[in-house]
């Protein structure tokens, strides 16, 4: 049951996206040029958002051709485009659009979800597991202990989850 609620809960952010995302008034405060997605194009506004957002695996011309093809009706044909049609159509996206869709985010959770704080105080937004290493000074190793060998001894710097 819960993991119903939460794939629900999923397809109704995906939707309000989605909405937010197709909005022409959206779009014409996140072009960088008034001329820009104004035509149906290979690449049209909504569809370069998505890629751009989407995790990149693979080699982006890999990415490029299995995204149009999720993207795509059966049936119809699938666009072809090269990197460099993509980053030339990036360059007419504005950022401000995905910080605008991360605080409207924020806001339908806030509202339609439990917000829950790590340590009762942090919102957290994403954790990669990555390590950063830090200087083995002050109280840094006492907040972030050293690495240990197998006999339990200090072998490395001191390191962070970020």
């Known amino acids: 049951m819960a993991r119903e609620l939460l ?25 960088t040029e008034p001329t820009a997605f104004r035509r149906r194009r290979k690449l049209p506004f ?12 693979r080699s982006m011309q890999s990415e490029i051709g299995q995204f149009l093809e999720d993207c795509v009706e059966p049936g119809e044909p699938i666009p072809s485009l ?7 159509a990036r360059l007419k996206l504005s950022p401000g659009a995905y910080r605008e869709v ?16 790590w ?10 597991g990555s ?13 972030f202990p050293p690495q240990r060998d197998g006999q339990g001894e200090p072998s490395g710097p001191p390191l962070a989850r970020i």
């Open 7 to 31: 794939r629900n809960f999923r397809a109704k952010l995906i939707d309000y996206i989605k909405d937010i995302v197709g909005c022409n008034d959206f779009v014409a405060r996140h072009r």
């Open 46 to 57: 909504e569809r370069l958002f998505w890629l751009v957002a989407n995790f990149r695996q």
């Open 82 to 88: 090269d990197d460099s049609a993509v980053f030339r």
């Open 102 to 117: 991360n605080e409207r985010c924020l806001e339908f959770f806030e509202t339609h979800g439990e917000l829950k704080l």
């Open 119 to 128: 340590k009762d105080y942090y919102r957290l937004c994403c954790v990669d």
């Open 131 to 143: 390590t950063l290493r830090l200087p083995d000074a002050g109280d840094i190793p006492e907040l």
